[in-house]
């Protein structure tokens, strides 16, 4: 094997059946391949980093998404209107992928900082993006199973005229992206884990209980509806909705590109955050 | 030396942090393939933000890094490629088995599965780790889990590696399967980078060494270069408890006091009046015993560190 910069010096990396190879490790491949290559390594370490945990809080998802679809109905004295039970059965989903995915990441880089482990972490020898699509992909994965449990749970406490189309795949992954990527840039912004930590819970509260997500817009003072026209948790919902109902939804074009605008700008602060090197 | 062109060069580096503390300031150092090169200091001395320059997860303030005509200050990701890093924490293996680590990080650095496995069992072997192979990190001793860590850092490591304390925790069997691995790694044409503040190690295990306080290297060289000098001896005197140093002698170079243990150097052409020196103190109740040796590193590195309190004693709490 030759060296990648011209100089000329030759390693094998298995010369002599023993020996560590120092060139093996110091290939400089960069594009597509090279991407391509690293993705599935990440993702398996992530999952391996993350093999005791992970099961436990795929567990607690299902739990706490069909708890809150069912806890929800309790607020309504009687029958549940069809409009709110769309709402409730629609924007659970929502919730379910929009906690893991900022909650997830910011806890386990607050560890890792606690521990001291982040900058082993960070020195691993992959592009920034493997470790965030890995990142991303294990979220999805994990969030899954507690979207179609809070789903199945939903239509049978609701009856709220679900028509699920594929459509939900890419509306359930674009959700997911954003709050991960919301996840990722403060994980990575904020160094102390403690201001992660109440930041998270603030935007948890925020989505939670003024947004239109879980309750239809009308119930939110005018001012606040505007607000959250230029946040992601109204976007999110518009989106899943849209996927799951058969009624046509208003605004899932424009709902697209706040999640894409959102998206784009977290990774952006996230990228500056992990590159400022300070 | 193997190879100059994998030289790891580090030319005038300075490091100020947003608060305005100087952790690095104009270091110069040159590391060769097939070298253990050394970084000792205290505490705080400024060795760990200058590895984390090396491998590209701080941007110095100024100065340049280089690594085979590359310059890793720019081109970060080329860094974390070129640089294989081993943290003075443990690693983040609660819950993964010992081989399952070593051969996820040799996959991440670019091995091949096959090749991977090989070496991975190699130094598994090597470091005489086989039994506890398929145990999760968060069963593994602190020592074991270092080695685990050692072994997923080198089972496919970059041109520079950087090893921050690899011992804490090592029993001392061990440690020499360590250092013996680590001499591999420099005869494979690695260039090694320990930090430590183990003076007594470093001595055994580093080709060459820097002296670092404060962020200034201070002294850098072969340990037996930076050893006060063939002409120089030590002279060590256990004083008894709650008693002042005693007066200074014309022949005494210089003297640093630890805890009941004053360690001073003295020239060899002294050594009887030291001895009749040290002897009267035990005679008069002042001392309980002495030694007189040949000079150590750790005398020399002493000397430094302490030397450079002493030029500015408000800058250590």
């Not at chain 1, 190879?21 to 993702?43: D, F, I, N």
């Not at chain 1, 992530?46 to 708890?67: D, S, W």
């Not at chain 1, 509306?171 to 930590?197: K, R, S």
Request: some cysteine; aromatic content about 6%; hydrophobic content about 45%.
């Amino acid at each position: 094997m030759t060296a990648p910069d011209g100089t000329g010096t030759t390693v094998d990396p298995t010369a002599g059946g023993s020996g560590p190879g120092t060139a093996g490790a110091a290939e400089l491949r960069t594009g597509p391949r090279y991407w391509v290559s690293c993705y599935p390594r990440m993702v398996a370490w992530q999952f391996a980093t993350l093999r005791l945990y992970l099961p436990v809080l795929a567990v607690v998802q299902v739990l706490a998404g069909v708890g809150f679809v069912l806890g929800i109905g309790l607020f309504f004295p009687g029958e549940v209107p069809h409009r709110s039970a769309v709402y409730v059965s629609t924007g659970v989903p929502v919730i379910n992928l929009y906690l893991l995915g900022l909650v997830l990441l910011p806890q386990v880089i607050g560890q890792q900082r606690l521990a001291k482990t982040y900058d082993f972490t960070q020195s691993l020898p992959v592009p920034r993006s493997v470790g965030f699509a890995a990142w991303y992909t294990m979220t999805l994965l994990v969030g899954a199973p507690a979207v179609v449990a809070t789903l199945a749970a939903a239509a049978l406490r609701y009856d709220p005229g679900f028509a699920v189309s594929l459509a939900v795949v890419p509306a359930a992954a674009l959700v997911c992206l954003t709050a991960t990527a919301v996840g990722q840039a403060m994980a990575h912004a904020v160094a102390e884990p403690m201001v992660v930590q109440v930041l998270t819970q603030i935007l948890n509260f925020l989505a939670i209980g003024f947004a239109p997500v879980c309750m239809p817009p009308e119930q939110l003072p005018d001012w606040l509806v505007t607000v959250n026209r230029w946040l992601p948790f109204d976007a999110m919902a518009v989106v899943m909705r849209s996927a799951l109902v058969e009624q046509p939804v208003a605004g899932v074009a424009r709902a697209c590109l706040v999640l894409a605008a959102w998206t784009a700008a977290c990774l952006a602060l996230a990228g500056w955050a992990v590159g400022r090197r300070g | 030396m193997i190879s100059s062109g994998w030289s790891l060069c580090v030319d005038d580096l300075t490091k100020v942090y947003r608060r305005g503390t100087v952790a690095n300031d104009s270091v110069c150092l040159r590391v060769e393939p097939g070298e253990v090169y050394g970084l000792l200091g205290p505490n705080g001395a400024g060795k760990s933000t200058l590895v984390k320059q090396v491998i590209g997860l701080l941007r110095p303030t100024s100065g340049r890094i280089t690594l085979g005509g590359r310059d890793l200050v720019a081109d970060p990701a080329a860094a974390r490629r070129l640089c294989s890093y081993l943290p003075q924490a443990q690693m983040p293996i609660e819950s993964l088995r010992s081989l399952e680590a070593i051969e996820l990080t040799g996959r991440i650095r670019g091995g091949g599965r096959n090749p991977v496995r090989r070496r991975a069992r190699e130094l598994l072997d090597a470091l005489d780790l086989g039994e506890w192979e398929r145990t999760t990190g968060a069963r593994l001793s602190g020592g074991v889990r270092r080695l685990v860590g050692f072994a997923m850092v080198t089972v496919w490591p970059g041109r520079v590696v950087i090893l921050d304390e690899p011992t804490n925790d090592v029993d001392p069997l061990r440690r020499r399967l360590l250092w013996d691995e680590v001499r591999r790694l420099a005869g494979d044409g690695a260039a090694i980078v320990l930090v430590t503040h183990n003076v007594l190690e470093a001595e055994k295990a580093v080709d060459r060494l820097a002296i670092i306080d404060r962020g200034r290297l201070l002294a850098e060289g072969t340990p037996s270069a930076l050893k006060d000098g063939k002409d120089r001896l030590r002279l060590q005197v256990m004083l008894r408890p709650g008693r002042e140093d005693p007066a200074p002698e014309p022949f005494v170079l210089g003297s640093v006091r630890t805890g009941h243990t004053l360690v001073a150097t003295v020239g060899s052409q002294d050594a009887g009046a030291a001895i009749a020196w040290a002897q009267r103190l035990v005679d008069v109740g002042h001392a309980e015993e002495y030694a007189l040796t040949a000079t150590t590193l750790e005398d020399a590195y002493i000397r430094l560190t302490g030397a450079a309190a002493l030029d500015d004693p408000g800058a250590r709490s």
